[in-house]
């Protein structure tokens, strides 16, 4: 059943922990919605939406309603996709297939006999047998097959939309904080080419200096806590073993980043009496750690002290946030 909703439809994902505040957004704008579980919701809308608390969103191209699922109904879905991809993209693009089964008792492994690896390497293959590029590393799309309870929906997500960030985790990061840093990086678009030094605030057990290392800056990182050994012998990373407020430095720094697990307004003083040590538009990366979910408070008040020293704030909840708002913002 094609979908014959005039208004164009998406697919959101978000954190279950901001539900609350995106559906009064939702509200607000006057979209209609069905939660179709704890992380997806299906928005109709006549304009684009955009969130803070958005971790993917794209368009609805193929949806249908569905009461039960059958191996021959995958068959027909992987040809319907292979359409699919075929009108999307030439055979150079490189792209990849991804599908998740998010159902409860009527779609899983036992009653459809396969998983939602095996529906991707079932239509990948036969695309790559037709000639298209697969490239699971560094596609430029990725096209999305969505199993959900009563609705499958399928789209194309372009990865240089910065509401798609896929980054990959490795068996080396140090903590889930690294690949906060990681997203926030691809999603603020930070420019790193011209960052040599940088001072990383709460910084232990190391995440985002290793990770601000292995953009060959150098770190000094500050947190009464010790970092992970396996930074013991990582010489971009000098460790200081003191609280924020006692740093007494006369370098500047192109960047700064801040993750103290500290009330936000507190935190917010902190980046404000340190702002001497950054250098004019240089950036700066600080985690908003919220108490409660009022969001829109935290955000305006942490704006309102630092406007003074910084500009061009940006604010996001990212895939691997918690209950915390990650901010982008440049020193005047
Ligand atoms: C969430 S952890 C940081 C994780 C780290 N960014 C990473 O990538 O691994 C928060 C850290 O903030 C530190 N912290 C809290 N208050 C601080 C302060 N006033 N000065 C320095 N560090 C502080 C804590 O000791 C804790 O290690």
């Known amino acids: 059943m094609r979908n014959n909703n005039a208004e164009p439809e998406y697919l959101a994902r978000l954190a279950p922990v901001f539900q609350h505040e995106f559906i009064k957004q939702l509200k607000h704008l006057d979209c209609r919605y069905r939660k179709l579980n704890k992380y997806y919701f299906l928005i109709s809308s006549k304009r684009s939406i955009k969130s803070i608390f958005l971790h993917s969103i794209f368009r609805v191209k193929m949806k249908f309603e569905v009461s039960g699922f059958t191996k021959k109904r995958i068959n027909d879905l992987s040809e319907l996709m292979q359409d699919f991809v075929k009108k999307s993209i030439n055979k150079k ?5 991804s599908c998740s089964i998010s ?5 899983n492994t036992n009653t459809i006999g396969m998983n939602a690896k095996d529906i991707e390497v079932a239509i990948g293959t036969k695309l790559e047998l037709q000639g298209y590029k697969i490239d699971l590393l560094k596609p430029k799309y990725i096209f999305i097959l969505n199993i959900f309870n009563t609705v499958i929906i399928a789209g194309k997500v372009d990865l240089k939309n910065p509401a798609a960030i896929n980054i ?3 068996p080396e990061d140090i903590s889930r904080a690294q690949l906060k840093l990681r997203e926030a990086i691809l999603y603020f678009k930070i420019d790193l080419s011209g960052v040599r030094n940088a001072l990383d605030l709460g910084a232990a057990p190391g995440g985002f200096s290793k990770e601000l290392s292995m953009h060959r800056i150098k770190v000094i990182a ?3 806590a010790d ?5 013991e012998k990582d010489r971009n990373i ?12 006369g370098q500047v720094f192109d960047m700064i980043t801040n993750d103290m697990n500290i009330d936000p307004a507190e935190s917010a003083q902190v980046m404000l009496s340190l702002s001497n040590l950054l250098r004019t538009n240089g950036s700066a990366v600080m985690t908003i750690k919220c ?3 009022n969001i829109a408070d935290y955000i305006k008040n942490t704006k309102k002290i630092l406007s003074a ?4 704030f940006r604010f996001q909840h990212l895939p691997h946030n918690r209950m915390e708002i990650t901010m982008f913002m440049l020193k005047k």
């Open 309 to 312: 020293k910084y500009t061009k």
């Open 168 to 170: 990959i985790e490795k």
């Open 222 to 224: 500050v947190d009464t």
């Open 103 to 107: 159902g409860t008792q009527t779609f």
């Open 227 to 231: 970092l992970d050994k396996r930074l």
């Open 291 to 293: 108490p409660s979910r």
């Open 93 to 97: 693009t490189p792209f990849k297939i």
């Open 238 to 249: 000098t460790h200081l073993r003191i609280k924020a407020a006692e740093i007494n430095s």
